[in-house]
């Protein structure tokens, strides 16, 4: 709609704040004489074409007092000024262009290979941003430990020293460049390795495609300067990408919030900065309404919405994160630390697999909820109707097919009724519809409190501790129960809470922010350096600011340090004051979040950056918010509602109304606990689903904590460990889907150390081990053990456990991966059991040797120790709340569920397949045979997954421990069940195994097996899923190492990593393509290689001679060999295959 400036009018005053999401545009807007008015307006409506321009329309109306018609010009000179969060960064782009480092091109294709899905067999890779990509020959390397002869040293803006290998020819650059512009390319990323340091090249590129007329140029270096250049090439494509479409939005007086929480005007507003602005403006919202300074109780964000729910925490302070994932891909940006849950009002009610179900499938707009009259399922609404905490005849009546009706509360009971049948057919536990609708509302809340708990527990707070600062347009409906399941005593919801976020881009500052990469150890000496640094970053946002018209009287800031210990990756932003012991500040945080601290390590400073700016049905009183004066205080059960939410005050809670605020006192001591049944020793599915919840946060919480303070690239870069929970006995209960090969295989493990042990562990005992016979896979998967003490620190009630694959173990070859072992001992040292409190001294075995790694593994195994005490804190509080029989008593009930779910999957399989056996044959590469039959019993659903004809034990390395059958087999099933099961022992109750003694899948204690965890594995998974005739294949969910982690970490140089065209094979349907990993070498090293070549895959040794002649040798699957500096490795992996004729 075209808008008119030039109309005068009377100055009204009017200041107007939109948040546009995905189905409303929520508004609040103030005027100089009159209240402030909310509105929400449709954000797609074909009423009208744009809707912050209709909305802007309707404030004018009542703002002027006057009809506007829709089409007709509108004064805007009575606007103060208008501020705009948005989710539409989410939705649309413009036609990008990306420039990357040559041998780089298929780098966000390739991505991190990390899989969103564990066991999705249908999963696609993640999409990228730019429709052409174009490599430019340039080249910088790091410096600081090893050079390269005949280049220059120069000073990275990091402080890292840095060698221009090549300089980007000019004339190419402008050929590639009028070839992109004139094919109608007008928005450009670049991205180029170790630009976060040195970033002259990406500048250079980007004058060079201004000049030739492109209107947009991002570049990673100014958007992002922090190492990692797959995130960091992510942000500029995503701002690419999204900012042009966006600056079509900018016009008039509009300021733009940011995902970090505050505002820019909109000649400024970036596409990367917008992808969490709409809940920043909520988060903003609660600090601005809610924040008390002088009690400084710390407050926990709940904002629940139709799809999902998001939360956050604030404590004076914002806390902000330098890198999330969005849609799949990872991107580096400030932005506020939102944790989000896909559990929101139009969430989806399912009975799956003797459980309840919430989420992560909505409902959405259309059909919607069961009530909106348009043929929808069950959903979170919908539970909230059939219960009264939602009033029909207070709705407005715009549902049914011609948008006349009220909301259906009878279809909704319909169901509920049907459903109720259902499971009580099912479970043979008799519950009504009621009791079913409320057990959903509970599983709800609990997968609400998981993203809570993260950003609480997880960190080293305390939930309780907060206050609950509600907003969001169903957040109302859900606070009193998030809150008594949280142990929290206090709710704040603000008057306008529903339009919260918007109310917060009312309220928002204006910022400026400047960041820099700026690598330096933190210590007395360096004080100085990094505050003239962060003054330099200051005097340059203060210029920004003061070109916009302030003045410097009105501009504050803060500073912020990015810090790590030497070694880790595991940042913590930390704010700096006037003094300068923001190291200990450091330390104190690192401890508080993560249980330890590394005495003795250096403290580094990464980045620098600057920021400006339970009964029955029961009578419930409903009252009408606007009616109700301050002071006024309201018992529960009620129901507060006003145009925009609906607010249930629980029996438990009392309301009371304030001049801006409803603040919900909760009474502990009236909580009626979720689920509550007769006989708390009768398993109820209701409370099962909730433990189920519960145990899986568990395993979760652990893995975070390990990730966050590990210090190698194995556990910190690629993810390759896994944690988990565990009975009495050491069976499985719970397992966080990180590395599958582990996912089944650790119970082994800990149920060798609890018959070793047995009777002979005491409360905070921590056992280490990594042998196969006592239940591990290879010896670099350390097995940290810890048992979990009743109160009177007699019986053990639980086990928690963590597997990490360290870098090194010691054997032949660095890595304790090497190729031609032959016994166990030549792969490094082999620890059957190992109390991490005593000190004793290892075996010795000639050849072998000790680890070259000593301080990264204790830096490891401490942080496993981490995750596992994190663990029993969160055993014993759930124990705390629950009673240890109620607890015990759910975890074999959802060790039970498991084991049904998997007997239904066999009798499935026996039924088509006519009950015949299922049969898998394959073969290593050196011919040793994999046989599996699998005769399943239809009447008891259990099966034996026979192995009889396997090959014997080979001389070499890829024999593979009992351990990873089990895991090729539970994760295999997992993939096949295609539902969201618990994973534990239950699901492996109806399988037993047979493998013949001596094959090498059953090894002796002597074995070589360090490449069965890592090849074997993978072929074990093939045969099981081939018997299944599943088309699919691996289990591996490793991440793959960022290209500048590798160069900044080890002595290499990475000169192409990208696809292999074609190598997925020929005909009508085909595998992925396999990639090409081109290593060079910048010191003598001895490299080892451990792969399945298979009919495509190649690894070749490049060396040089005396004249610098290239020579190529094939090193085959398997193999060492003596690399001299400036040699290169290339590992061109196979691709999938492909089938059938190209004409079918």
Not at 74 to 102: C, H, P, Q, Y
Request: aromatic share 8%; charged share 20%; net charge negative.
């Amino acid at each position: 709609m075209p808008v008119a400036l030039d109309t005068l009018r009377s100055a009204a005053g009017i200041r107007i704040a939109i948040d546009r999401g995905g189905t409303f545009c929520d508004v609040y807007a103030t005027f100089a004489h009159r209240p402030p008015v909310i509105l929400k307006v449709l954000s797609i409506d074909a009423a009208y074409p744009d809707a912050p321009t209709e909305a802007i329309r309707r404030v004018l109306e009542i703002g002027y007092d006057t009809a506007i018609p829709r089409g007709e010009l509108l004064d805007l000179s009575g606007i103060e000024v208008i501020r705009m969060g948005t989710t539409v960064a989410t939705k649309w782009g413009e036609k990008t262009a990306f420039l990357v480092s040559e041998g780089f091109r298929d780098l966000l294709h390739i991505g991190n290979q990390s899989r969103p899905d564990l066991f999705d067999l249908s999963a696609k890779r993640p999409g990228v941003l730019y429709e052409r990509v174009i490599e430019v020959k340039e080249r910088v390397l790091l410096a600081d430990v090893y050079r390269l002869e005949g280049l220059p040293v120069v000073l990275g803006t990091s402080g890292e020293r840095i060698q221009v290998e090549h300089v980007p020819d000019a004339g190419e650059c402008r050929k590639h460049l009028q070839s992109l512009y004139d094919d109608g390319f007008r928005s450009l990323a670049i991205s180029f390795l170790h630009s976060y340091t040195y970033p002259k090249h990406e500048i250079l590129v980007a004058d060079i495609a201004r000049e030739v007329g492109f209107i947009h140029v991002s570049l990673s270096s100014q958007l992002s300067p922090m190492i990692r250049i797959v995130p960091r090439a992510n942000s500029a494509t995503a701002d690419a990408y999204l900012t042009p479409e966006l600056q079509k939005y900018l016009q008039g007086m509009l300021q733009f919030m940011q995902s970090d929480g505050g505002l820019v005007n909109a000649e400024a507003f970036s596409g990367l900065r917008a992808i969490l602005s709409g809940p920043a403006g909520g988060v903003v919202g609660i600090a601005k309404t809610c924040w008390d300074e002088k009690l400084k109780v710390p407050l926990i964000g709940f904002d629940m919405g139709g799809t999902s729910t998001d939360v956050s925490r604030f404590d004076g302070r914002f806390e902000h994160l330098m890198e999330s994932t969005t849609a799949g891909v990872t991107i580096q940006s400030p932005q506020l630390d939102i944790n989000t849950v896909a559990a929101g009002g139009g969430s989806l009610l399912l009975w799956q697999n003797g459980l309840l179900k919430v989420g992560p499938q909505s409902a959405g707009a259309s059909p919607g909820p069961a009530c909106y009259r348009k043929g929808g399922p069950l959903t979170t609404t919908d539970a909230n109707v059939f219960l009264g905490r939602l009033l029909p005849a207070h709705f407005p009546r715009i549902f049914g097919p011609d948008e006349n009706q009220s909301l259906d509360a009878d279809v909704v009971r319909e169901k509920f009724t049907a459903l109720a049948k259902q499971i009580s057919t099912d479970t043979g536990v008799e519950k009504t519809p009621e009791e079913i609708a409320l057990g959903f509302l509970t599983v709800a809340t609990e997968a609400m409190c998981l993203p809570i708990r993260a950003i609480s527990e997880a960190r080293g707070y305390d939930p309780s501790s907060h206050h609950l600062a509600v907003f969001g347009g169903a957040g109302g409906q859900s606070a009193c129960d998030v809150a008594v399941a949280l142990d929290m005593s206090r709710i704040l919801i603000h008057k306008s809470s529903a339009i919260l976020s918007a109310f917060g881009l009312a309220k928002a500052e204006l910022v400026d922010e400047s960041q820099e990469s700026f690598s330096i150890i933190a210590d007395d000496s360096s004080f100085d350096i990094l505050r003239s640094r962060l003054a330099i970053l200051r005097v340059r946002s203060e210029g920004r600011l003061i070109a916009q018209g302030f003045t410097k009287s009105q501009l504050s800031s803060m500073s912020y340090l990015n810090m790590r210990y030497d070694g880790s990756d595991a940042t913590l932003m930390i704010a700096v004051e006037s003094s300068h012991d923001f190291v200990q500040v450091f330390k104190a945080k690192h401890h508080q979040e993560f249980g330890f601290s590394l005495e003795g390590r250096s403290v580094w400073v990464d980045d620098l950056r600057v920021y400006f700016g339970s009964t029955g049905w029961i009578d419930a009183g409903v009252y009408k918010l606007g009616q109700l004066t301050p002071g006024s205080v309201i018992k529960g059960p009620a129901i507060i509602l006003d145009a925009t939410q609906t607010i249930v005050v629980t029996p438990s809670a009392v309301a009371m109304v304030l001049d801006d605020h409803v603040v919900v006192d909760i009474d502990p001591e009236n909580v009626d606990s979720e689920g509550k049944t007769d006989d708390p020793l009768a398993v109820d599915p209701i409370r099962l689903s909730v433990f189920g919840h519960r145990f899986m946060s568990i395993a979760e919480q652990m893995g975070r904590t390990l990730q966050k303070t590990s210090v190698s690239v194995n556990i910190k870069e690629r993810l390759d460990f896994s944690c988990a929970l565990f009975d009495p006995d050491g069976r499985l209960v719970a397992n966080a889907p990180h590395v599958p090969a582990m996912l089944g295989s650790m119970q082994f493990a800990v149920r060798w150390q609890h018959e070793h042990w047995k009777g002979r562990l005491h409360d905070g005992d921590v056992i280490l081990s990594n042998s196969a016979v006592s239940g591990g896979v290879h010896l670099p998967d350390i097995t940290i053990v810890t048992p979990v003490f009743d109160d009177s620190g007699r019986d053990i009630i639980f086990y928690v456990a963590s597997r990490g694959h360290h870098a090194d173990v010691g054997g032949q070859t660095p890595g304790s991966m090497p190729p031609f072992s032959k016994t166990i001992y030549d792969e490094g040292a082999s620890i059957l059991t190992f109390k991490v409190l005593l000190v004793e001294e290892p075996l010795k075995h000639p050849g072998g040797k000790g680890t070259r790694a000593l301080k990264d593994n204790l830096s490891d195994i401490n942080a496993q120790i981490a995750a596992t005490y994190k663990g029993v804190g969160l055993v014993k509080n759930l124990v705390s709340k629950y009673t240890l029989p109620v607890v015990q008593m759910y975890m074999y009930a959802i060790q039970s569920t498991a084991e049904e779910a998997v007997r239904q999957l066999l009798r499935k399989f026996s039924k088509r397949h006519s009950g015949k056996a299922l049969v898998a044959f394959d073969r290593m590469d050196d011919g040793s045979p994999i046989a599996l039959r699998i005769d399943i019993d239809r009447e008891s659903g259990s099966a034996t997954f026979d192995f009889t004809g396997t090959g014997p034990e080979v001389y070499g390395n890829w024999n593979a421990p009992r351990a990873i059958v089990n895991s090729s087999i539970i994760y295999a099933l997992r993939c096949l069940l295609a539902s969201d099961i618990p994973l534990n022992q239950g699901c492996m109750t109806p399988i037993n195994v047979i493998i013949p003694d001596g094959c090498f899948l059953k090894p002796s204690a002597d074995a070589a097996v360090c490449a069965g965890n890592v090849l074997t594995s993978q072929r074990l998974t093939d045969v099981v899923l081939r018997a299944f005739e599943a088309c699919a294949a691996h289990m591996t969910n490793t991440r793959i190492t960022d290209p500048e982690i590798m160069e900044r970490r080890y002595p290499v140089i990475l000169r192409r990593f990208s696809l292999r065209p074609g190598s997925g094979g020929k005909g009508r349907y085909h595998g992925g393509d396999g990639v090409v990993r081109d290593i060079e070498f910048r010191r003598t090293v001895q490299c080892s290689i451990l792969s399945d070549p298979g009919a495509l895959g190649v690894n070749l040794w490049i060396s040089k001679d005396a004249q610098g002649k290239e020579r190529a040798l094939s090193i085959g699957g398997k193999n060492t060999a003596p690399m001299a500096k400036g040699d290169r490795i290339v590992i061109m992996t196979p691709g999938g295959g492909g089938y059938g004729t190209s004409n079918e």
